[in-house]
């Protein structure tokens, strides 16, 4: 009665379509859920993400959870979670992404997830990395730490998305610094962001995570785009 008297008072709004909620539906209602454009590339051998990095670095395991469509549901989510602090999506889209890979042996064997850092100047002016709940609820999944204390990001760069890859690729693989680095001997790093395009940033991060002896690689985003 609670819950429902707060719903009468704040209403619980879809993140796709910005109708009110009901009780069982949690940050879509079920026409947007059932709309979702979902990619599921876990259960494709060879898939588009996978193809991204070919001939640029190891690769385990590469998934994203949804494509991503201008204007579409996808795009709308990933707007609320990281321009309107609406976090519950990020462990939202971790805990189903979550679900489904720890069903696939191949994932099991990630001894660790790691978001892509945020440089402390935005993650101070945003208040929280749009991946984190993402990646905690992925780790919580698969029974394995979550560090954001590995990998950090020494330089506040102009957005990515912006760039052209051979312009940026310059500058982008300095930007970030391993930590901590004695965690990551002999590791099987997820690493996680919300979106994936050219690679770039999964790339540069790879590249100095593959520094330490052992390590290996896989990839989980939000959305690809296609």
């Known amino acids: ?28 209602c079920t026409t947007c859920l059932h709309g ?24 385990e395991n590469a998934t994203s959870l949804l494509l991503f469509e201008k204007k579409g549901v996808t795009q709308k989510l990933i707007h609320n979670l990281k321009y309107r602090g609406q ?75 912006l760039k052209k890859r051979f312009a940026r690729w310059g500058t982008i693989e300095e930007t970030f610094v391993l930590e901590n680095e004695d965690a990551l001997i002999g590791a099987h790093v997820l690493l996680v962001d919300d979106l994936v395009t050219t690679g770039a940033t999964l790339e540069a991060c790879a590249h100095k995570i593959l520094t330490i002896p052992g390590v290996k690689i896989s990839l989980a985003t939000m959305a690809v785009t296609h």
């Open 87 to 161: 976090e519950e999506i990020g462990g939202f889209l971790g805990t189903w992404l979550g679900a489904e890979i720890n069903q696939l042996s191949a994932w099991k064997q990630i001894t660790m997830v790691i978001p892509v850092p945020l440089h402390k100047q935005k993650l101070k002016k945003r208040g929280f990395n749009q991946v984190a709940q993402f990646g905690m609820e992925i780790a919580k999944a698969l029974e394995v730490p979550y560090r954001d204390d590995v990998l950090l990001k020494i330089s506040a760069t102009q957005t990515q998305t």
């Open 1 to 28: 009665m609670f819950h429902d008297f707060l719903d009468l008072l704040y209403p619980r709004i879809c993140y796709g379509c910005e109708t009110a909620l009901t009780t069982n539906e949690k940050v879509l």
């Open 36 to 59: 979702l454009p979902i990619a599921d590339l876990h259960l494709e051998t060879g898939n588009p993400v996978e193809k991204i990095f070919y001939g640029r670095i190891p690769v």
